[in-house]
């Protein structure tokens, strides 16, 4: 069904040339030895895994499903998938990124958000499997004891275990406040946790010996709402001393949810009848420890969704060369043919130079916080990783939604290339289409997500994140302000930055008067300081094509092209939801809730 070649010049252009990662990376010792060669082979090989092995399982596994034995307890993926992970393992892919302290072989973030680019455009089912072992990992290398670490991070490093969150309960999604999955104490350091979870993305499957649970619960006595959870590891089997699997835990899946998109992915309802587990961390203190594993989860959505998008366009532009429809408006473009590629057609364009902007914008906006992960986690000076750390925690609720909301525009545009033909599975089109909307609702929705931005991340510190990002832009801005080949690029994005603060100064002002004001501008919002970043990173990205445009390399003059058309057609919709923004509570709120 359709194809998929990874990107890479378009990655090495973001890597090498816009974030200049090589010189980035000598200035933390744990990767100052991985060069551009190194870069270029894990990129080469991640290529071939990924649209060789897992590609031509994307389409099977939607038809096919995952499949649930009740009355054994287990769960089927699709075919192909078990064989296609231990490949995966046996590849080594699993360690990228992971500490060689357990077996990982220590390359930086960067490269690993490359590589699961790569996985989410050939196979999102499949790498959600995968890659929430990644956000277990974390959350016990940050927060597990000694001998968690060493009985169990071995064991997600090299894949031979995978992990899971558990968090949402039938009567609670977002709000965790409310769970009531319950744990109590033993005599020998272990916990019995009672209770039920749904949505349980890759909560039960064939593909891994063994699978990690991160289970939410309260403790007895706990505090009331969220200040009373308390987070657990339980394992699908309890491991023996030497790391062996030993003995069936008593949480089992009862249904896996059927679902409009990532059908190849199983999502459980998982039951916990009295399962033994291990606390992570202190008591009461859980929501503090599972943060990791969310905010690995929500940079990991985004990238989902980048993947999506670039996966859609691509096979859009392939079906636009090849699709004759009609003559073009301005005159006939290939007389040898009863008709014009449809690709000749400025609204096709469009709607192609739409995904395509979508996606090399995100490509470059997530690895520019994948490197600042790896600066927060590596770099010498304990201010540096400071601000680092600032700046991911700004940008990740903007990665989430932003990327997401895109790959939902990106993927219908794509998907309406084809026509009659776009809606019609064979395709493969509206499978890219109906996974990408999920990745708006799961791991907070895209709301939640804008209320972080400006309630917790902005306003709960008066704006001081967000101006260090401005004082950035500012300072491009200045220092480009009177290039004149640049000024199409430098001007709306100042103009943009000076606007994005005096929003933000009079959202914070209404807020003070009423919280409901945050609620009803987060949204828009949000998009608009998106697109604030995409501006700034666009920018960056014209300023090296146009130095390098008369090289013969046509890549700089794409690349031009396409940042024109995003300032052109998709930067103005910051004008339009400014407004949107301003236009205050009072047009949600004033409607009684029994008139509607």
Known sequence: MGQYVAPIRDMQFVLHEFLKVEEQLKELPAHAETDADIINQVLEEGAKFTSEVLFPLNHS?????????????????????????????????AALACDPEFGGQGLPVVLNNSFYEMLNSSNQAWTMYPGLSHGAYECLKEHGTDEQKRLYLPKLVSGEWTGTMCLTEPHCGTDLGLLRSKAIPNDDGSWTITGNKIFISAGEHDMSDNILHLVLARVPDAPEGSK??????VPKFLPN????????????????????????NSTCQMNLDGAKGWIIGQPNKGLNAMFVFMNAARLGVGMQSLGLTEVAYQNALVYAKDRVQMRSLSGVKAPDKPADPIIVHPDVRRMLLTAKAYAEGARAFSSYVALQIDRELNHPDEEVRKEAADEVALLTPVIKAFITDNAWIATSEAMQVYGGHGYISEWGMEQYVRDARINLIYEGTNTIQSLDLLGRKILMDNGAKLRKFGEKVRAFVEENGT???????????????????????????????NQDEVGAAAVPYLRVVGHLVYSYFFAQMAKIALEKKDSGDKFYEAKLQTTRFYFARLYPETAMLIRQARSGAANLMALDADLF
Not at 63 to 82: I, L, N, S, Y
Not at 488 to 506: A, I, N, R, S
Request: with cysteine; net charge negative.
């Open 61 to 93: 596994g939607d038809r096919e499903g995952c499949k649930h034995d009740a009355q054994a307890k287990t769960v089927t993926t699709p075919k192909g998938f078990k064989e296609a992970y231990k490949q995966y393992v046996d590849g080594g892919w």
């Open 228 to 233: 009373g959870i308390s987070l657990f590891l």
């Open 241 to 264: 001393d030497d790391g062996s699997v030993g003995e069936r835990n008593p949480i089992f899946c009862g249904a896996i949810e059927e679902k409009m998109g990532i059908h190849g």
């Open 483 to 513: 290039d004149e080949a640049m000024s199409e690029f430098v001007t709306p994005l100042g103009e943009l930055g000076e606007k994005v603060g005096k929003l933000t100064m009079e959202i914070g002002m209404k807020a003070f008067q």
